[in-house]
């Protein structure tokens, strides 16, 4: 089995058993029915809400690889809907060009991160934590702190909330953003150059990499994406949300990276392992928001030991150590 | 050591000097006011308010906005007893912390209002009073308005607050002690929104598709915010917001009281924040000597659909 495959097996796994609960508790988690032409459930709901964290763990795969990490994303997203809101409520701009301006000055943003890193030499935590906290600072600004309504364009509501083949649009917009990643990391040799500047920079300089070039790509895509999770967030409750959109979305962002299989040591990555990590974390937030003991919902202090436990389990699973343990243990049986 | 003493000394005696002439200098009352930020449409009307009444009673109003900071806040106290000033407004942005710089201010003899949120203080006598809306009162209210809607009988879903806010935990307990008086009356879903549209339409929809979604037939959310997604998600699933399901919340803030007159939303709670005149009143009786309560509770109104239309217009926040 190729080493990719059997990465996604653990994640693959923990989303299985995720699912095999929801068979046991909510039966209706599964009932899937069609209304006004589109297919509505909470599987429909699990990957329409994890599409922005899906959009974010493409970009933070690929800084990670880097052995970088990019916490700004969250605060990118909010910037994202900040100035899609200012664009088109304020000046009434063309939709078209509301959504490349944006993703264009989301994509700079991170192209400023890059620079942070890669020219002027911070760490990655540090740099990145800087626009974490200016980016959001800047959305607020933006909005002077108040929720802007954005209901004046139809345009602008499709994006999250628009149906296309039978399904959220939003499906449409992930699944495309994962294979075009993917065929442009993996069939050229783009993938292979990350994991060389996290594997060993010094190494893939003298082999003749341009390192300073492939980080500050990598920057610049992870804010390229948080754009777009940032507009379909607000696109989603038609309003831009400075203060909550994307708030502590880069930590789920990591965690669903760090679920895929993908080392934060840089080197090796996996796409494919951080989509299903975004899919777990979604399928149990969904979980625990269904999930009805003796006639009543979860206790809402439950939440986040449920969330820790469900994750830790995972990670132990991920762990090279624990699988030799038990490896081990099993030999000494035989 | 004796130069740098000296001038320590030098400094010091002029910032005595210095409170001293603000402080007695004229008749005009000067009051320090430090407010949290301006992080809502509320605190900025909250601001307006205290502005306008100090304005209006020709009082001279020294306005420091912590941006959501408690050392700023702190910092802005200091400088207010440095001044001299004749009273204190506080619009603490945590509960604790709080008990050196407000002894600071007893001992120079300035009374402290605090306005919004209370402080954990050993000692009552460090402020006048509280002026401040009751969670409690506000979760029972709304608890009233939906009894007397639906004649007693609702299945309700609830939309949490962030786990742990007092607002979250007071306006849950309020409500439940109301509803514990109609036996018609079952929250039968309670999960958290985190205050939050996108959190509150993300709940509400995977409440409705969840065991006996469909017997939901009212809404009680901790703030507007979340109401408002929920709205988005009941019509998603094909229902109608404010006919089929009856929606209640707290708050009062624009985009309520615009889903109001849309039909969306049946009732929001507010607890005023024009609560200017209100703090000024309890600044003269501190100065004159006067007792007051330790709690004064800002009143809270109920406005439903039939009011939204009249009122919308004159809303400043």
């Known amino acids: 089995m190729p080493e990719a495959l059997k990465k996604l097996l653990w994640p693959l796994a923990a989303l299985g058993v995720l699912l095999l609960f929801n068979t046991a508790m909510n039966p209706a988690f599964f009932s899937i029915t069609i209304s006004d032409g589109r297919l509505t459930g909470s599987l429909v709901d699990v990957l329409d809400r994890a599409t922005p964290v899906i959009l974010l763990a493409l970009g933070m795969t690929l800084v990670i690889a880097t052995a970088g990490v990019d916490l700004s994303v969250g605060a990118v997203m909010a910037m994202a809907g900040s100035l899609a809101a200012m664009l088109l409520v304020d000046m009434q701009a063309h939709l078209s060009a509301v959504i490349v301006l944006t993703l264009g000055v989301c994509a700079l943003a991170g192209l400023w991160n890059g620079v942070l890193v890669s020219i002027v030499g911070i760490q990655p935590i540090v740099a990145t934590l800087i626009l974490m906290v200016a980016g959001r600072g800047i959305a607020q600004l933006m909005t002077d702190g108040q929720i802007i309504p954005i209901d004046s364009s139809p345009g602008f509501a499709f994006l999250g909330g628009g149906t296309f083949l039978g399904l959220p649009f939003t499906i449409t917009l992930a699944v495309s953003a994962v294979v075009l990643t993917i065929v442009v990391i993996r069939f050229t040799a783009l993938g292979l150059f990350i994991e060389s500047v996290g594997g060993n920079e010094t190494a893939s300089r003298y082999a003749g990499l341009s390192v300073r070039g492939v980080r500050l790509s990598v920057y610049t895509f992870t804010g390229l994406c948080a754009g777009l999770a940032g507009l379909i967030y607000a696109s989603d409750i038609t309003a831009a949300d400075a203060n909550y959109a994307g708030l502590y979305l880069e930590l789920d962002a990591i965690l669903a990276v760090v679920l895929g299989g993908t080392s934060l040591m840089g080197g090796r990555f996996y796409l494919a392992g951080s989509v299903v990590g975004a899919l777990i974390i979604q399928t149990l937030n969904t979980t625990i928001l269904m999930t009805e003991i003796n006639g009543a919902s979860v206790p809402v202090e439950y939440n986040l030991v449920i969330k820790a436990l469900v994750v830790f389990v995972v990670c132990l699973l991920q762990s090279e150590t624990v699988k030799q343990m038990i490896m081990r243990r099993r030999a000494v049986h035989d | 050591m004796t130069r740098l003493l000296t001038l320590a000394c030098a400094v010091f005696t002029m910032t005595l000097v210095g409170c001293s002439e603000s402080g007695s200098g004229d008749d005009t009352l000067t009051v320090g006011f430090s407010q949290v930020g301006a992080e809502s449409g509320w605190r900025t009307a909250e601001t307006e308010s205290i502005r306008s009444e100090a304005e209006a009673r020709g009082i001279e109003l020294k306005f420091s906005d912590a941006q959501d900071k408690q050392e700023n806040q702190i910092k802005a106290l200091n400088t207010f007893i440095a001044q001299g000033v004749d009273a204190i407004i506080l619009a603490p942005k945590v509960e604790t912390g709080w008990e050196p710089v407000l002894k600071k201010a007893k001992k120079r003899g300035i009374p402290v209002i605090l306005v919004d949120r209370g402080v954990e203080v050993e000692d009552e006598s460090l402020y006048v009073t509280l002026i401040a809306s009751d969670f409690i009162h506000e979760g029972e209210q709304a608890a009233k308005w939906l009894a007397e809607k639906t004649g007693g009988k609702a299945n309700i879903a609830e939309l949490q607050g962030t786990p742990a806010a007092s607002a979250a935990i007071e306006r849950k307990q309020g409500f439940e002690q109301e509803i514990a008086k109609h036996p018609g009356m079952k929250i039968i879903k309670s999960q958290t929104g985190d205050f939050t549209r996108s959190k509150g339409k993300e709940v509400m929809e995977a409440m409705l598709k969840g065991e006996g979604g469909d017997e939901i037939n009212a809404v009680y959310a901790h703030n507007d915010d979340m109401a408002l997604g929920a709205i988005q ?85």
Do not use: H, W
């Open chain 2, 233 to 317: 998600a009941i019509e998603e699933a094909g229902k109608k917001p404010g006919e089929d399901i009856i929606i209640v919340s707290i708050d009062g803030v624009r985009g309520a009281f615009e889903a109001m007159v849309a039909g969306k939303l049946n009732c929001t709670i507010e607890c005023n924040p024009l609560l200017g005149p209100m703090a000024f009143d309890a600044v003269e009786k501190a100065l004159a000597g006067e007792e007051q309560p330790k709690r004064i509770v800002v009143e809270t109104t109920i406005y439903d659909q039939s009011i939204a239309a009249d009122v919308i217009d004159s809303r400043k926040y």
